[in-house]
């Protein structure tokens, strides 16, 4: 009997999308009235004439999602080709060596660091998809180090992931589902905090442990038998860290630098600096402009400038179809008028429970609600205007009604197949989707008890 083989990302994400074409075929058609910021007003839903999606629906989901996520697969096609020139140098090799060496057999260091760092941004000012950028980087370093690519994911993924799960000061999960539950972004602050100190320590621990097991027994790693394309160059295979490498890598860094300051909102946290508002197109050419400028640096030719950036963004044309497919499926529940039916099927289970149930009953929710539609941003504005009302009878704070939505939402994000980032990620580390499942499930396990215990706990204070 042959082995069963998990399919590949892509053929996860059709199989998604013939489901979600299927069930608008059962789920009825609905929506709620809009106010004038088009967000849904509780008690307006009723049913309106069913939209079937239909096969061509399905094939052209995925060309329309693709050209809603246009400047997200832009933005990782600059990024490829940036580091194509970037490793063309040979500086990130001889970086990484030379870290590796000065590091002497404390690599693990690295872990705790960059995932306090990333988880920082995540719950600051909701870095995720600004980190697709740093996969291809911390990747190849990790293997450098002795362990497999699913550590170098997950200090990114998990890292960034826990801090948009605790999210304290985001304003674009905290921020705009406070705005529609009538609170400021302060209120629940203290219990945010609290949960991203808990958050990030329990995924700290859970990557080191992994990273020291597979490190002292490779067989172990759940990478075993994939494609080892990460295998660190030995001995003279290294080239050395001379001075044209170093402004390689002196302006690498400030290109990173730049990128992570543009896209912080200080004037909606309330940090007097001025703010760039950079987006995925100002980003894009950022990445553009430091290829070349890392080609001049080291004194490439034009030609070989060019090739190295055309052949480094072609290593991400694979990742950035996968951000498109998946945003296929919000367009085929969009299509099918569905969405607005399952948020009202929701609040109907909310009604007339005590706050302890209600807190618990609202995560709950949030979780498939979270599946369904992964960006943050759209489902506070789809959700929250109908949630919080509600909240009020069972004797809930607008602002626990926000840390729940947050927190089932970043929950699902760090595993949901429908996730770009979540598959963009892997992808690019060359790993199965059933072998991230397999790696986190016992960490989002010890995240849900987590956070549902201090949800019920904060209902009742």
Do not use: C
């Amino acid at each position: 009997m042959k082995q069963f083989r998990m399919p590949t990302a892509y053929t996860i994400l059709f199989i998604l999308l013939i489901l979600v074409a299927a069930a608008t075929w059962l789920v009825p058609a609905g929506t709620y009235d809009r106010a004038e910021d088009d967000t849904p007003i509780a008690g307006t839903y009723h049913q309106v004439e069913q939209q079937p999606q239909g096969p061509g629906d399905v094939i052209l989901a995925s060309f329309q999602g693709f050209y809603d996520a246009v400047d997200v697969a832009l933005f990782i096609l600059m990024v490829g080709g940036f580091l194509g020139v970037v490793m063309k140098t040979g500086a990130i090799d001889a970086g990484v060596s030379n870290v590796v060496r000065l590091l002497g057999g404390r690599e693990i260091l690295l872990i705790p660091v960059l995932m306090i760092l990333f988880s920082l941004g995540g719950t600051s000012f909701g870095m995720w998809e600004e980190t697709m950028a740093f996969y291809p980087l911390l990747v190849p370093v990790f293997a450098a180090a002795g362990y497999d690519a699913l550590v170098g994911v997950a200090v990114v993924l998990l890292g960034s992931g826990a801090g948009v799960l605790a999210s304290t000061v985001n304003p674009f999960a905290t921020g705009i589902a406070s705005g529609f539950a009538g609170v400021s972004l302060g209120d629940g602050l203290i219990l945010r905090l609290v949960m991203l100190v808990v958050f990030d320590a329990a995924a700290i621990w859970y990557v080191m442990a992994y990273a020291k097991r597979i490190r002292s027994h490779p067989e172990k790693s759940l990478t075993a038998g994939l494609d080892r394309r990460f295998e660190a160059k030995k001995g003279g295979d290294v080239p050395t860290l001379d001075g044209r490498r170093k402004l390689v890598l002196a302006v690498f860094t400030a290109v990173f630098l730049v990128m992570i300051y543009a896209v912080i909102p200080f004037d909606e946290i309330g940090i007097p600096v001025p703010t760039l508002g950079w987006w995925f197109p100002e980003l894009s050419g950022l990445f553009l402009v430091g290829g070349l400028a890392v080609g001049l640096a080291y004194g490439l030719g034009e030609e070989a400038i060019v090739d190295s950036f055309v052949a480094g963004a072609a290593d991400l044309v694979g990742v950035g179809l996968i951000i498109g497919i998946s945003r296929g499926i919000t367009v085929l529940m969009d299509g099918g008028m569905m969405t607005d039916t399952v948020l009202y099927w929701g609040e109907r289970v909310l009604e007339g429970t005590g706050s302890v149930a209600f807190i618990l009953l609202v995560y709950l929710i949030y979780l498939p609600l979270s599946v369904l539609i992964p960006s943050s941003s759209g489902l506070a504005t789809l959700s929250v205007p109908i949630v919080a009302p509600l909240g009020q009878f069972a004797g809930i704070d607008g602002s626990l009604i926000v840390t729940a939505f947050q927190s089932a939402s970043g929950l699902v994000n760090i595993i949901t197949p429908t996730a770009a980032v979540v598959m963009g990620g892997l992808a690019f580390g060359n790993i199965p989707y059933d072998r991230w499942v397999r790696y986190v499930w016992k960490l989002i396990l010890i995240f849900f008890l987590l956070s549902a215990a201090f949800l019920a706990v904060s209902a009742v204070l």
